[in-house]
Nanobody
Framework: QVQLVESGGGLVQPGGSLRLSCAAYGIVFNNHAMGWFRQGPGKERQLVAR???????NYANSEKGRFTISKDNVKSTVYLQMNSLKPEDTAVYYC???????????WGQGTQVTVSS
């Protein structure tokens, strides 16, 4: 059974930082591209950042320079370091794993990030 377990969300003031983690279970981690998506109130789910099995990364434009995605293949965990957070970053953040061969996609349950003073 595939499980993606996110953690690290919470309430932070504007300008602050958070680090999200997503531990993957039940998949061959190195066969998957990993990503972080977010869904704000009344908005569609959108890509935040993605990291391929080889470690190549890409980011949504608004996150470039503020967010960093990384992974630990030994721990089967992907991270999202978020700095200089803004109120508009408030959203539920979801971890995603996509099998590079079958294109099967898996989602975590989401973790809430709220940026507010």
């Amino acid at each position: 059974q595939v499980q993606l377990v996110e953690s690290g969300g919470g309430l932070v003031q504007p300008g602050g930082s958070l680090r999200l983690s997503c531990a993957a279970y039940g998949i061959v981690f190195n066969n998957h591209a990993m990503g972080w998506f977010r869904q704000g109130p009344g908005k569609e789910r959108q890509l935040v950042a993605r990291i391929t099995r080889t470690g190549a990364t890409n980011y949504a434009n608004s996150e470039k320079g503020r967010f960093t995605i990384s992974k630990d293949n030994v721990k089967s965990t992907v991270y999202l370091q978020m700095n200089s957070l803004k109120p508009e970053d408030t959203a539920v953040y979801y971890c995603n794993a996509q099998d590079i061969e079958t294109l099967n996609s898996y989602w975590g349950q989401g973790t809430q990030v709220t940026v507010s003073s």
